[in-house]
């Protein structure tokens, strides 16, 4: 090996940025944080800290790079260009690769840049033009200058150009960008939101700052209003008459947009066998591809569910009306009939038109307490034998379809979730929702159609849309690996088979929180998109999945059910409109996987902004904690019966300097040996808290005297909170809040 060569040791012990790099550009390869240390000479803590610090820099200016080994090495030369930014989750990129200073540059989706591409990641040099969106976010009017926090696409300072004529501290507004200078963006109030409770703006905030179509334009309206009123099944004769099969809706007790109903009964004449039917609304009857509704739903691409409120794909007269499928009403829908065997595996499927006529709109809760033997289904007494004949059935193929899924190994971890109490527009309680019997019996219902859709499709050589979930990446896999090492539990090296991982976090034990471990496992998963080439279905464990059963608010399922229509329309020697080609399809994924990835984040921005607006009255108050997260800048953690996760920051650990070690996820202090772990309990205080970011800062808790509910006492409001929240530490703060509704796949 060549030998090192040191840089000439200098009394000072400092060091510039040329001679760091001349340094490694001398060596044989890259260099370790310890070997930079013996290279440079720094021996004092003084002097370390300042190569930390220089190296950081060095790093955010694309100067030097560290690879996941965590050594130091210098990039390859790129040639400058010019690109626009573009968002992805929460990540910028730009000319395809990824900015690793989109913050330092304050950058926000549709700025244009001059960049360079070093091995694979680019570095901005300068802001050609800002983007003419204006910037949402939340005034402030402390102190003697006005600012705003942008929230959503954009969450950093945006200073003003001149005091706002309208608004007061806390309002949501819009701000026009037209500078920028030191401390990020500079803009123009031009608006102000207006809201009557806190759901109220967060909800707004969320369609404002993620840009969510919510008007319904005028072209819509006229194409709404040429829609019959209701469903006359004489005037479908073509289509199989299905009124008199006891199908029924099950849902959550607030939906409204009812789009699947099931029926299940044994086969005759064969041991072990079921039909299993599930019914979907056919939108596609009312919506045609480039129409007024359908071209507003592709910009919409999902239904955006909030606490309280929607913002539907289609309009309400189909999403709730028409296409909904209501109770002892005649509707149309687009069949999935199926037969299962004895192994829970669907060996025969049908798909076709009917008229169906759903005999009760049933909740999870209901039928769960049928199940369970406790109450009656709440079915008219004409319909209640053959209804609760069907249920019954719906378990037992429950009970199949769950064993198939087990053999293929199939994901499903121990997640915790929790459900929003609201009493005038504010959160009042937060618990914990329980996954029952009943919503697996409908997921598995409707992973059986989604599947046999896909399966049909490639039969009849008819592309669509696959909801594709790849394999998690290798270097993610790894480090999830060695935390289930350090929890006692083995995971072979290179096998990423869903059912590996499952087995695996089957076998954590007793003492462990095994929610911590499947969301740490949830976190290696790459995210499911959108593709018309098939990629399999990792989570589910399964070749070829799509979207079929929820058309009234996801547009894929639209796609695939046009799909199948058509196939129909061919067999049936009846000509239909043309379908999306390959190229189409690619570009409508890419559209969808989009627009479903912003209607989740507003959903949790909503969601964070009302657990920590719940928490406010609590800052300076105490709780028992666990730690749900560890990286390199602190900890997360969940504060014990609020299922609401805060930041804990390095650096209020203590005077110790912290090294993250990701293999056993844990904070480690350099001198005092003192570690911080995934699962360690801890005692600590809201110091902060701010609602519109969803971020709840939190420090260590001295060991006082707690008051009767297990707090300290003397809680922080009015000026005192303003106060420590002007005068907290600078620097990067993060937060976040756990718990997130679960909803049909």
Same mark, same amino acid.
């Given at each position: 090996m060549p030998k090192r060569r040191k840089a000439p040791r200098k009394h000072s012990n400092r060091f510039t940025a040329t @001679?760091?790099?001349?340094?490694?550009? @001398?060596?044989?390869?890259?260099v370790s944080w310890r070997v930079l240390i013996d290279l440079t000479g720094a021996d004092e803590p003084r002097?370390?800290?300042?190569?930390?610090?220089?190296? *950081?820099?060095?790093?955010r200016s694309g100067e030097l790079l560290r690879d996941h080994q965590g050594t130091y090495h210098l990039p390859d030369a790129g040639t400058a260009q010019e690109a626009l930014v573009e968002r992805n989750g929460k990540q910028f990129t730009a000319a395809g690769a990824v900015i690793e200073d989109a913050q330092r540059f304050s950058l926000r989706e549709g700025d244009a840049v001059e960049l360079r591409v070093v091995n694979g990641q680019a570095h901005v040099l300068r802001v050609i033009s800002h983007a003419d969106t204006p910037v949402t976010g939340v005034l402030r009017k402390r102190g003697r200058y006005p600012f705003v926090e942008g929230i959503g696409s954009y969450r950093g300072h945006v200073s003003l150009l001149e005091p706002p004529a309208q608004g007061e501290d806390g309002d949501t507004v819009h701000v026009r960008i037209v500078d920028r200078d030191r401390r990020g963006l500079v803009g123009i109030v031009e608006d102000v939101l207006e809201h009557t409770s806190v759901l109220e703006q967060a909800i707004a905030t969320a369609v404002a700052s993620a840009q969510i179509p919510h008007e319904w334009p005028e072209?819509?309206?006229?194409?709404?209003? *040429?829609?019959?009123?209701?469903v006359n099944p004489k005037r479908h004769p073509q289509r199989e008459d299905l009124t008199a099969l006891p199908l029924v809706t099950i849902d959550g007790d607030s939906a409204q947009d009812f789009d699947d109903a099931v029926y299940a009964e044994p086969l005759p004449g064969k041991r072990g066998g079921f039909r299993l039917v599930v019914a979907i609304a056919?939108?596609?009857?009312?919506? *045609?591809?480039g129409g007024a509704l359908d071209l507003e739903a592709v910009q919409r691409g999902t239904s955006v569910y909030f606490p309280t409120t929607v913002i539907p794909m289609l309009p309400e007269h189909i999403s709730n009306g028409l296409c909904s499928l209501r109770p002892l009403t005649p509707r149309l829908s687009l069949v999935c009939d199926?037969?299962?065997?004895?192994?829970?595996?669907?060996?025969?499927?049908? %798909?076709? @038109?009917?008229?169906? %006529?759903?005999?009760?709109?049933?909740t999870y809760s209901q039928v769960q307490a049928f199940l369970e033997g406790t109450d009656e289904l709440p079915v008219e007494a004409a319909y209640a034998t053959q209804v609760g004949k069907s249920v019954q059935v719906l378990r037992q193929v429950y009970a199949l379809l769950r064993q198939a899924r087990e053999q293929r190994g199939a994901l499903d971890f121990a997640t915790r979730e929790a459900q929003l109490e609201l009493q005038a527009g504010r959160v009042i309680g937060v618990q914990?929702?329980?996954?029952?019997?009943?919503?697996?019996?409908?997921? @598995?219902?409707? &992973?059986?159609?989604?599947?046999?859709?896909?399966?049909y499709l490639e039969e009849h050589h008819t592309p669509a849309l696959y909801r594709v979930h790849e394999p998690p990446d290798p270097d993610k896999m790894e480090e999830l690996r060695h935390a289930l090492a350090y929890a006692g539990v083995r995971l072979a090296p290179g096998d990423v088979a869903p059912k590996a991982l499952q087995a695996a976090l089957g076998r954590l034990p007793q003492h462990a929180d095994q929610w911590l471990y499947a969301q740490l496992a949830l976190r290696t998963l790459q995210q499911a998109v959108y593709s018309p080439r098939n990629q399999g279905h990792y989570g589910l464990a399964l070749e070829r999945y799509m979207h079929f059963t929820s058309p009234i608010r996801r547009y894929?399922?639209?796609?695939?059910?046009?799909?199948?229509?058509?196939?129909?329309? *061919?067999?049936?020697? &009846?000509?239909?409109?043309?379908?999306?080609s390959l190229d189409e399809l690619h570009v409508l994924g890419e559209q969808c996987s989009s627009h479903e990835r912003r209607a989740e984040n507003a959903g949790w921005s909503v969601d964070a902004w009302l657990k920590c607006d719940y928490l406010l009255s609590e800052i300076g108050a105490r709780f028992d904690g666990v730690v749900a997260g560890v990286t390199e800048f602190g900890l997360f953690v969940e504060l014990q019966g609020y299922y609401v996760q805060g930041l804990l920051h390095i650096s209020n650990l203590g005077e110790d300097y912290y090294i993250f070690e990701p293999r056993t996820l844990a904070l480690v202090g350099e001198r005092s040996g003192r570690r911080f772990a995934l699962g360690d309990r801890l005692d600590v205080m809201i110091r902060d808290i701010d609602p519109p970011q969803g971020k709840i800062d939190l420090v260590l808790a001295q060991p006082t005297k707690r008051n009767k509910r297990g707090k300290q006492g003397g809680k922080q409001k009015g000026e005192q909170r303003d106060k420590q929240r002007d005068q907290r530490r600078k620097g990067e703060r993060q937060g976040g809040t756990g718990g997130q509704t679960r909803r049909k796949r």
């Amino acid at each position: 090996m060549p030998k090192r060569r040191k840089a000439p040791r200098k009394h000072s012990n400092r060091f510039t940025a040329t @001679e760091i790099t001349t340094l490694l550009r @001398e060596q044989a390869g890259p260099v370790s944080w310890r070997v930079l240390i013996d290279l440079t000479g720094a021996d004092e803590p003084r002097a370390i800290t300042q190569l930390r610090q220089m190296l *950081k820099g060095l790093e955010r200016s694309g100067e030097l790079l560290r690879d996941h080994q965590g050594t130091y090495h210098l990039p390859d030369a790129g040639t400058a260009q010019e690109a626009l930014v573009e968002r992805n989750g929460k990540q910028f990129t730009a000319a395809g690769a990824v900015i690793e200073d989109a913050q330092r540059f304050s950058l926000r989706e549709g700025d244009a840049v001059e960049l360079r591409v070093v091995n694979g990641q680019a570095h901005v040099l300068r802001v050609i033009s800002h983007a003419d969106t204006p910037v949402t976010g939340v005034l402030r009017k402390r102190g003697r200058y006005p600012f705003v926090e942008g929230i959503g696409s954009y969450r950093g300072h945006v200073s003003l150009l001149e005091p706002p004529a309208q608004g007061e501290d806390g309002d949501t507004v819009h701000v026009r960008i037209v500078d920028r200078d030191r401390r990020g963006l500079v803009g123009i109030v031009e608006d102000v939101l207006e809201h009557t409770s806190v759901l109220e703006q967060a909800i707004a905030t969320a369609v404002a700052s993620a840009q969510i179509p919510h008007e319904w334009p005028e072209a819509v309206t006229a194409a709404v209003n *040429k829609l019959p009123s209701s469903v006359n099944p004489k005037r479908h004769p073509q289509r199989e008459d299905l009124t008199a099969l006891p199908l029924v809706t099950i849902d959550g007790d607030s939906a409204q947009d009812f789009d699947d109903a099931v029926y299940a009964e044994p086969l005759p004449g064969k041991r072990g066998g079921f039909r299993l039917v599930v019914a979907i609304a056919d939108v596609g009857h009312y919506v *045609k591809r480039g129409g007024a509704l359908d071209l507003e739903a592709v910009q919409r691409g999902t239904s955006v569910y909030f606490p309280t409120t929607v913002i539907p794909m289609l309009p309400e007269h189909i999403s709730n009306g028409l296409c909904s499928l209501r109770p002892l009403t005649p509707r149309l829908s687009l069949v999935c009939d199926m037969q299962l065997d004895a192994h829970g595996q669907v060996d025969r499927y049908r %798909f076709y @038109e009917a008229v169906i %006529f759903s005999h009760a709109r049933l909740t999870y809760s209901q039928v769960q307490a049928f199940l369970e033997g406790t109450d009656e289904l709440p079915v008219e007494a004409a319909y209640a034998t053959q209804v609760g004949k069907s249920v019954q059935v719906l378990r037992q193929v429950y009970a199949l379809l769950r064993q198939a899924r087990e053999q293929r190994g199939a994901l499903d971890f121990a997640t915790r979730e929790a459900q929003l109490e609201l009493q005038a527009g504010r959160v009042i309680g937060v618990q914990p929702v329980e996954r029952l019997l009943a919503h697996q019996l409908i997921e @598995e219902a409707m &992973i059986a159609a989604n599947v046999s859709a896909a399966r049909y499709l490639e039969e009849h050589h008819t592309p669509a849309l696959y909801r594709v979930h790849e394999p998690p990446d290798p270097d993610k896999m790894e480090e999830l690996r060695h935390a289930l090492a350090y929890a006692g539990v083995r995971l072979a090296p290179g096998d990423v088979a869903p059912k590996a991982l499952q087995a695996a976090l089957g076998r954590l034990p007793q003492h462990a929180d095994q929610w911590l471990y499947a969301q740490l496992a949830l976190r290696t998963l790459q995210q499911a998109v959108y593709s018309p080439r098939n990629q399999g279905h990792y989570g589910l464990a399964l070749e070829r999945y799509m979207h079929f059963t929820s058309p009234i608010r996801r547009y894929p399922d639209l796609v695939v059910h046009r799909a199948i229509k058509a196939v129909l329309a *061919k067999q049936a020697g &009846i000509s239909a409109k043309r379908i999306p080609s390959l190229d189409e399809l690619h570009v409508l994924g890419e559209q969808c996987s989009s627009h479903e990835r912003r209607a989740e984040n507003a959903g949790w921005s909503v969601d964070a902004w009302l657990k920590c607006d719940y928490l406010l009255s609590e800052i300076g108050a105490r709780f028992d904690g666990v730690v749900a997260g560890v990286t390199e800048f602190g900890l997360f953690v969940e504060l014990q019966g609020y299922y609401v996760q805060g930041l804990l920051h390095i650096s209020n650990l203590g005077e110790d300097y912290y090294i993250f070690e990701p293999r056993t996820l844990a904070l480690v202090g350099e001198r005092s040996g003192r570690r911080f772990a995934l699962g360690d309990r801890l005692d600590v205080m809201i110091r902060d808290i701010d609602p519109p970011q969803g971020k709840i800062d939190l420090v260590l808790a001295q060991p006082t005297k707690r008051n009767k509910r297990g707090k300290q006492g003397g809680k922080q409001k009015g000026e005192q909170r303003d106060k420590q929240r002007d005068q907290r530490r600078k620097g990067e703060r993060q937060g976040g809040t756990g718990g997130q509704t679960r909803r049909k796949r």
